[in-house]
């Protein structure tokens, strides 16, 4: 997970670019630039930031419960593994 209260200090507080954010925390210019664009969109949350909101509760009110369940589908049927090891180990080469 991206450090969302890292980024909104840096860029309103700092003045700092997508990009220069991106180099200094080591991670890519498009995921900051996507999370500052969804953040600019919230209509819940803007900068000066609540106190004591944490990354999580930035995630939920910019991105919604999606986000926190890992922007998966939980209705999404995972393949039987052990059946799935079963057959390629007895396949014969």
């Known amino acids: 997970m991206l450090d969302y209260k890292d980024i909104i200090t840096k860029h309103y507080a700092l ?6 954010i991106a180099e200094s925390l080591k991670v890519s210019v498009s995921g900051v630039n996507v999370f500052l664009r969804a953040f600019r969109n919230s209509p819940v949350l803007s900068y000066p930031l609540p106190e004591g909101i944490t990354n999580y509760g930035i995630a939920a009110l910019v991105y919604g419960e999606k986000q926190l369940a890992g922007g998966r589908d939980p209705s ?13 180990s007895s396949r014969k080469t």
Do not use: H, I, L, R
């Open 76 to 88: 999404y049927e995972q393949p039987d593994y052990e059946t799935v090891a079963k057959e390629m």
């Open 15 to 20: 003045g700092m670019s997508g990009k220069a």
